[in-house]
C-alpha cells in the first residue's frame, strides 16, 4: 500500500478547497492523495473504477444526494468496506440515522471545523490502513498455504512415481506398460464422468497395481513358460503383497492403490482372484484398471507368450464384458478406442515416449564414475 485515496464530494468549491488543505495538514506515515468532485455522478464513476480508501461527501448535492451515492457506493463489488463520512447540517437527525443504516462509517459537520477534521479523517484513515495491511497479511497467508499445499501434492507424485517405477524395474519386460495402464484408467474414468480430483487419482494410483510382484520370487515373476499350479498360486498373491505395502496409508491416492492392488484380478462374474468377488462389490477403481491393465498385457509380448494383434485384444475385452469385466466400463472404454490407440502408439515397448511424465526420472543418468 504506497499511497491513501481520498475522494471528497461537494457542490460548492469552497468546501472541496478548504477539505483539501486540510487534509494536506493530516499527518500520516504514508502519502494522502485527494480526489475532487463537484457531482456524485462524476465521483461515483472514479470509485467504481479506482482504489479508494476514504469518501467525504456532502449531503445536499443539485442531483444525486449523499444518501443516493452512499447507496450505489456500497454495493459496488468490493466497496463495502471504503470509510464513507457524509457531511450534513448539525441537526440533520434524521438523515443521519438513515445514512449509518444504509453503511456510513462517520458524520462532520456544517460550517466545518478543522479542529474536528483533522483528527476525525486521520483515526479514520488509520483505521483503514490498518485493515488494509490485515487483509494483505491474509492474502499473503493464503498464497503460502497454497504452495505448501502444492509442494506436497508434487512430492506425493513423485514418490509414488518412484515406487511404481521400482515395481517396473523388477517386472523389467513391461515397457511403458504401468504408463499405459495409467493413462487407459485416467481416460476410462474421466468417460464415466468422475471427478478431475478422482481422474488424478487414479492415474497415480493405478502404475501401483503390480507392486505387490516385488515380493514375488524371481524364479516365478521371470519364468519363460507357464507356471505350476502351485506357482501359479504364489504369483496371485502379489494382490495381498501390494495390499499390505500401501494399505492403512493416510494420503487418500496411496489408499486407492491399495484397493486396485488388492482387487485388480477380481472378474465382474466372481471368477476372479483373491476373494472372487462379484460386480459392484469389486470397487470401481480396481474395476477400471482391471479392463486398462488386460487390454494392455494381452498386446504386449512377455517372457512367457507373445503379443495378441491388436483387433483380438478389442475383442476379448469386448466379450467378457459382464464376464471378467463391468459391462459399462467396456462399454465406455470401447467408445474411446480412438484415444486409447493414440496412447498406444505413443507409448510402444521400445519407444522414447514423446509425453511422459515418468521421463523426468526414467531419463536421468547417474554421473560418471571417478577414475
Ligand atoms: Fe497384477
Ligand atoms: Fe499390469
Redesign the pocket.
Known amino acids: 500500500m504506497k499511497t491513501m485515496t481520498i475522494v471528497l464530494i461537494d457542490d460548492q468549491p469552497f468546501f472541496l478547497l478548504f477539505m483539501e488543505e486540510m487534509i494536506k495538514k493530516i499527518d500520516f506515515p504514508i502519502p494522502i492523495e485527494t480526489k475532487s468532485f463537484r457531482n456524485a455522478e462524476d465521483a461515483l464513476d472514479f470509485i467504481e473504477e479506482n482504489h479508494v480508501d476514504m469518501i467525504i461527501s456532502d449531503y445536499v448535492m443539485p442531483e444525486m444526494n449523499g444518501i443516493e451515492l452512499l447507496q450505489e457506493v456500497r454495493q459496488l463489488p468490493d466497496k463495502e468496506s471504503v470509510i464513507f463520512i457524509m457531511v450534513t447540517a448539525e441537526h440533520a437527525r434524521n438523515i443521519k440515522r438513515k445514512a449509518l443504516a444504509l453503511g456510513a462509517t462517520d458524520f462532520l459537520t456544517k460550517p466545518l471545523d478543522k479542529l474536528e477534521f483533522i483528527p476525525k479523517v486521520r483515526n479514520l484513515l488509520r483505521l483503514r490502513l490498518k485493515e488494509c495491511l490485515l487483509k494483505n497479511k491474509a492474502q499473503l497467508l493464503k498464497y503460502e498455504i497454497d504452495r505448501s499445499l502444492k509442494e506436497i501434492k508434487m512430492r506425493d507424485r513423485e514418490i509414488i512415481l518412484r515406487l511404481s517405477m521400482a515395481a517396473e524395474f523388477r517386472d523389467e519386460m513391461t515397457g511403458h506398460h504401468i504408463e499405459r495402464v495409467a493413462l487407459y484408467s485416467q481416460l476410462i474414468a474421466k468417460n464415466l464422468g468422475y471427478s478431475d480430483a478422482f481422474c488424478e487419482d487414479i492415474y497415480l494410483a493405478a502404475p501401483l ?2 507392486i505387490g ?1 516385488i515380493a514375488i520370487p524371481d524364479c516365478i515373476l521371470k519364468k519363460k513358460g507357464k507356471l505350476t499350479p502351485e506357482e501359479m498360486e504364489i504369483m496371485k498373491k ?2 495381498i503383497y501390494g495390499y499390505r505395502l500401501l494399505a492403512n496409508s493416510k494420503v487418500k491416492v496411496l489408499e486407492m492403490a491399495a484397493r486396485i492392488a488388492l482387487y ?2 477380481e472378474n465382474w462374474d466372481g471368477s476372479g482372484y483373491p476373494y472372487g468377488l462379484k460386480g459392484k462389490a469389486i470397487p470401481v477403481e480396481a474395476r477400471i484398471v482391471s479392463v486398462a ?1 488386460v487390454f494392455d498385457a494381452l498386446g504386449e509380448a512377455r517372457p512367457y507368450k507373445k503379443g495378441w494383434n491388436i483387433q483380438s485384444v478389442f475383442k476379448f475385452i469386448k466379450e467378457n464384458a459382464g464376464k471378467k469385466f463391468d459391462p459399462q466400463i467396456v462399454k465406455v472404454f470401447l467408445s474411446v478406442k480412438d484415444e486409447i490407440l493414440k496412447i498406444k502408439e505413443r507409448l510402444t515397448p521400445d519407444g522414447k515416449a514423446s509425453h511422459s511424465l515418468f521421463n523426468d526420472y526414467i531419463d536421468f543418468k547417474p554421473p560418471p564414475i571417478a577414475t
Open positions: 497395481h503390480d510382484k502379489h494382490t485388480h484380478h491393465d
